[in-house]
C-alpha cells in the first residue's frame, strides 16, 4: 500500500514532462523567428545587390 501511495505522490515524471513541454514551444519560437527573420534578410541582400548592379539570389 505505502508503495502505491508513493508512485501516486510522486511528481518527477510530471516535472520532465513540463520541462519538456516548455523546450518544444521554446524551439518552435525560435525556429519561426528564424524563419521570419532569413526571409527578411534575403530581401535586404536582395535589394543592396540589385543596387550594386549584381544578380539577386534566388
Do not use: H, W
Not at 24 to 29: C, E, K, P, R, T
Not at 31 to 49: E, H, P, R, Y
Amino acid at each position: 500500500m505505502k508503495l502505491v501511495k508513493r508512485f501516486l505522490n510522486d511528481e518527477s515524471g510530471a516535472t520532465a514532462i513540463e520541462y519538456g513541454l516548455i523546450a518544444a514551444l521554446i524551439a518552435v519560437v525560435i525556429i519561426g523567428a528564424a524563419t521570419a527573420l532569413g526571409d527578411s534578410l534575403i530581401g535586404i541582400f536582395n535589394q543592396i545587390t540589385t543596387e550594386l548592379g549584381g544578380t539577386p539570389a534566388t
